[in-house]
């Protein structure tokens, strides 16, 4: 298996909302990311989760909680987003952080809008 | 803030002829990589070349690292209408503990014309 898996693919919620998105690898990787994009925009690092320890978390808000249960899984769970946090949700996963020799995985993302 | 810079921002050319896209970025690096975007969906990981290696070739894509200027640059030769992507360079950022994560460029948006 050399995939990331997201669901949902598509997501719809209003601003008083509780949702999780889910991401799932099995090559073993021990670094787990999420990151978000926006349309025509690189993706910005939102997570590092380094063998299940959350490492970084890059001033992302507090409505945004992400959760590692195992090294297989990462969870990204949302409550009382804003319109402006619509965008493409990515997860990605690297045998090392940073990525060493074979740089990250992704998943094919969940595009997240807030109503 | 952005590690890499990518230019042109946009590119058009013709199925069949070469497509080169252009990375700068401004601190040291371990390495650099380049990655394809299709259509706002996942990235695709094409190639990574560490800071001791100049040039490397995968496939119709050639790498070129020069740490000196702090550039890189990403050749398809070739082109084929499903080149059409956008295109990122990306390094990895560093703290205390060692690599975390990457940091993307602006992107290339590469358009292949039949």
């Known amino acids: 298996d050399t995939e990331v898996t997201q669901t949902p693919k598509h997501l719809v919620m209003g601003m008083t909302n509780k949702k999780s998105l889910k991401c799932e690898q099995h090559?073993?990787?021990?670094?787990m990311y999420w990151y978000k994009q926006k349309a025509k925009k690189p993706p910005e690092l939102m997570f590092v989760?380094?063998?299940?320890?959350?490492?970084i978390n890059e001033s992302v808000p507090s409505r945004f909680s992400p959760e590692c249960p195992n090294s297989s899984l990462l969870n990204l769970h949302l409550h009382a987003l804003q319109p402006e946090d619509s965008a493409l949700y990515l997860c990605?996963?690297?045998?090392?952080?940073?990525?060493?020799?074979?740089?990250?995985?992704f998943g094919s993302g969940t595009r997240l809008t807030v109503v | 803030s952005q590690q890499g810079e990518e230019d042109p921002q946009a590119l058009s050319i013709q199925e069949g002829e070469n497509a080169t896209m252009n990375c700068s970025y401004k601190?040291?690096?371990?390495?650099l990589q380049w990655y394809r975007q299709n259509s706002g969906r996942g990235l695709v990981h094409l190639i990574l070349?560490?800071?001791?290696?100049r040039e490397k070739h995968s496939g119709r894509l050639r790498v070129t690292l020069d740490t000196s200027k702090k550039s890189s640059s990403l050749l398809i030769t070739a082109s084929r209408a499903a080149d059409t992507a956008s295109y990122f360079c990306?390094?990895?950022?560093?703290?205390?503990?060692?690599?975390?994560?990457?940091?993307f460029g602006k992107g290339t948006h590469l358009i292949i014309q039949p």
């Open positions: 990605a996963s690297s045998q090392v952080p940073g990525g060493g020799l074979s740089g990250y995985t």
């Open positions: 090559m073993g990787h021990r670094a």
């Open positions: 989760y380094s063998y299940e320890k959350l490492s």
């Open positions: 601190t040291s690096i371990n390495n």
């Open positions: 070349i560490r800071s001791n290696e």
């Open positions: 990306a390094t990895p950022t560093y703290s205390g503990g060692g690599a975390d994560g990457l940091t």
